[in-house]
Structures are given as structure tokens and as C-alpha cells.
């Protein structure tokens, strides 16, 4: 048997994936813990017509941006400035938590808690993906993803989110009781907007300065930035351009407002490795303790559940964990892995049983469930040259 080396197989599988409908722009890759292997690919344009997509070339990491905040608080946590039970009310001004979470008459919102927030434990609406219910008096029942898709790019505050939470949209369940059995959860993009407006308020800085100074500065990462930054170091090269099938997407003032980063593969890379070694954390047992109980997300029917994780992802603190189901991999189980997604098709995992780190995006807001369908195809190339390489 002719035995394919991983990296050939890498250079296959990222064919595949340029050669997906829709994909303009794809980069992957995958670094070994033991720091045998790194290895990085592009294909496709970085903008249209224009400059070709490279290893080097950064793009909008989108949702991914969660795993960074989630470290922050950890990190913040570590140094007492914040615990995981402190109230959601106790540390924003009251104007912007104020009746954000009423259900059925009720008011939750004072039980919500940090932990809520880091596990989407709180049953609060996602302000960019859900749809203003019947009976909220809200004419335009558009997403807010649609709203900018059809009418453009626009700033968009904290203060905005906790009003379209407060008046457009409804919760999904109460706050959840964290030591039960069953704990309920439901993906919503509004909890990590109220967790970077708490490291705002506590630290009296922007998220910017606070990434820079606990995340960036320390592992020198300096190709990963808030949208509008204006950091001296921050390179001159453009960012991967975003579609939306295949329309240009340019919502510069929108991304920059929730403050979603922008960063290169090997950026994204040294994070992850830095991250499962323990490097980010003062005490080793921070990292563990974000994946100390997994939840798993329901099977919701409504649209906005269509664009958002579901069975059978599973969500620690600000942490995402997946793995096929056993049905769909009888002969070989594809290993979990252990990092977060975005919804315009970038991933960043770690695969603890392989210790490899991998990382991918495609720039496309209509690729979500990419890096769920792609990612076990990567480990699967990797668990199959390591069953074709010789022994001893």
C-alpha cells in the first residue's frame, strides 16, 4: 500500500473545500502539539478580481472571537475581579439590563449570572439571529441579519442590543439552574455582547486593551485585532472579503460595534496551542474547569435555530465540543474536538486524542454547518496515515 503523507491529504481535502458552491477564499490549518508538523494552505481570491488568498492573508473569524472573550473572563476570574455567579445586573448600569429577560410576566433578569451567560444558559434572545414574534407589536419581523443584508452596514451599540432584546424579541426559557441534571441551553450572540460590555465596565478600558494586554501582548500575536483598531502594529494587508452567496458583504461599522475579530491562521493557531498548554491561565485548573460539564443543544424547529449550533454540539464555558455521532461512524469513531465555530464557516479545534489543532474559515455567511461537516474528514485523513504508518 502507498502510503499518502498527511500533508497531501491536507492539499486534497482543502481542495475540496475551494471547490465547495460559493467559496471564493479557503485557508486550513493543522499544527501537531509536539511541533512535528504545521501546516498551512489558501486557495481563491482575497477579494474579487484582486489579491489571491494566502496562508498570511487575515479574515473575519466571527463567532470564534466567543472562545477569546470566554479567556478574558476566565482570566479575570483568576485575578478576582469577576466570579462566575457575580449577577449580570451588578455589573452593567441598570438602563441596559433593565427588563431584558421577561417571560410569561416574569422578570429573570436579576437571576442571570455570569456562568448563565459564558454556558447560553440564560434563555436570552440572540439580538443578530432571531425573529420578532407575533404579538411583540415589532412590524418588521426581519432578523437583524437580514435587516443589514437588505438595507446596509450601521453602527450598532450594546445599548442597541439590550433594546432590540427588550422590545423585539422574546427569551427562549428561564435562567437555567446550573447544578440540575438537565440544563437547557440555546446559542445566543446577545451573552457575549453582555460579557464584553462587563469586561468593559470592570476594567474601565475597551475590549480591545483588555485582549491586548491578556491575550495578545503575552503570546505576541500580532496579526489578530478588533475590527477599527487602530493599533501601530496592526499590518497594512486587507482582510479576506465576506459573501454572502455570492454577493460581497461589507459591514465594516457592524463588525467593528460587536467588536467579532479579525486574525491569520497562525495567529488563530498559536492562541489554541497556547491555550490547551495552559499558557493563558495562572492556575492550571481554568482551562479544565471551562470544560468541566458539557451541555448539549436541543433540536430547535424555528428559523433562527437553522443558523445556530444544535445536537449534537455540545457548549462547556465559552467552549464548544463536537463529535459525530456513533451511528454515523460505526467502523472508526472520529475523535471529539474541543474549540468554537463562527457562522461564516471558520473553525478553531483542538483534538485532544490526536493533539492536533486546526483551524479553517471560507469567509461565507452562509456556511455555518461547514467546519461540522469538514472538520471529521480532517481527523479522519490524520487517523488514517497514523493506521498506515509503519511500526516501531
Do not use: C
Not at 13 to 23: A, P
Not at 92 to 119: C, K, N
Request: aromatic share 8%; proline share 8%; glycine share 8%.
Amino acid at each position: 500500500m502507498t502510503r499518502i503523507p498527511f500533508e497531501d491529504r491536507l492539499e486534497f481535502l482543502l481542495d475540496e473545500l475551494f471547490g465547495r458552491k460559493d467559496i471564493f477564499s479557503a485557508v486550513m490549518g493543522v499544527s501537531s502539539g509536539n511541533g512535528d508538523l504545521r501546516w498551512i494552505g489558501a486557495r481563491g481570491e482575497a477579494s474579487p478580481g484582486g489579491r489571491p488568498m494566502t496562508a498570511e492573508t487575515p479574515f473575519f473569524i466571527a463567532s470564534v472571537t466567543k472562545l477569546y472573550l470566554a479567556v478574558i473572563v476566565m482570566r479575570m476570574v483568576e485575578e478576582g475581579e469577576l466570579a462566575l455567579g457575580d449577577r449580570m445586573v451588578d455589573r452593567l448600569p441598570a438602563s441596559l439590563t433593565r427588563g431584558i429577560h421577561v417571560q410569561g410576566g416574569t422578570d429573570f433578569t436579576d437571576r442571570i449570572t455570569l456562568e448563565h451567560l459564558l454556558a447560553h444558559a440564560s434563555g436570552l434572545p440572540d439580538f443578530i439571529e432571531d425573529y420578532p414574534a407575533r404579538g411583540t407589536g415589532v412590524e418588521d419581523r426581519r432578523s437583524l441579519v437580514e435587516i443589514l443584508l437588505v438595507e446596509g452596514d450601521r453602527n450598532w451599540s450594546l445599548e442597541d442590543t439590550a433594546r432590540r432584546v427588550r422590545e423585539d424579541l422574546q427569551p427562549h426559557f428561564p435562567p437555567q439552574e446550573l447544578a440540575a441534571k438537565k440544563v437547557r441551553i440555546r446559542y445566543s450572540d446577545t451573552n457575549y455582547q453582555l460579557l464584553r460590555g462587563i469586561i468593559q465596565e470592570v476594567r474601565r478600558s475597551s475590549f480591545a486593551e483588555a485582549l491586548s494586554e491578556l491575550v495578545l501582548e503575552p503570546l505576541g500575536l500580532h496579526r489578530t485585532w478588533v475590527p477599527g483598531d487602530e493599533r501601530a502594529d496592526r499590518p497594512e494587508v486587507p482582510v479576506a472579503a465576506l459573501h454572502s452567496g455570492d454577493e460581497l458583504v461589507r459591514f465594516p461599522s457592524f463588525f467593528s460595534s460587536i467588536a467579532d475579530l479579525e486574525g491569520t491562521a497562525d495567529d488563530l493557531l498559536r492562541f489554541l496551542e497556547a491555550l490547551t498548554r495552559g499558557e493563558l491561565f495562572r492556575d492550571p485548573r481554568t482551562w479544565p474547569r471551562m470544560q468541566a460539564r458539557w451541555n448539549r443543544f436541543s433540536q430547535p424547529l424555528d428559523r433562527a435555530a437553522l443558523r445556530q449550533p444544535s445536537w449534537p454540539i455540545e457548549y462547556g464555558l465559552g467552549v464548544m465540543r463536537f463529535q459525530l455521532p456513533r451511528f454515523l461512524t460505526p467502523f472508526r469513531p472520529i475523535p471529539p474536538v474541543v474549540g468554537h465555530t463562527g457562522s461564516t464557516g471558520v473553525w478553531l479545534f483542538h483534538a485532544p486524542e490526536l493533539d492536533l489543532h486546526l483551524v479553517g474559515a471560507v469567509s461565507q455567511i452562509t456556511a455555518g454547518p461547514v467546519p461540522f461537516r469538514f472538520v471529521p474528514k480532517v481527523l479522519r485523513a490524520a487517523l488514517e496515515t497514523r493506521h498506515e504508518a509503519p511500526a516501531g
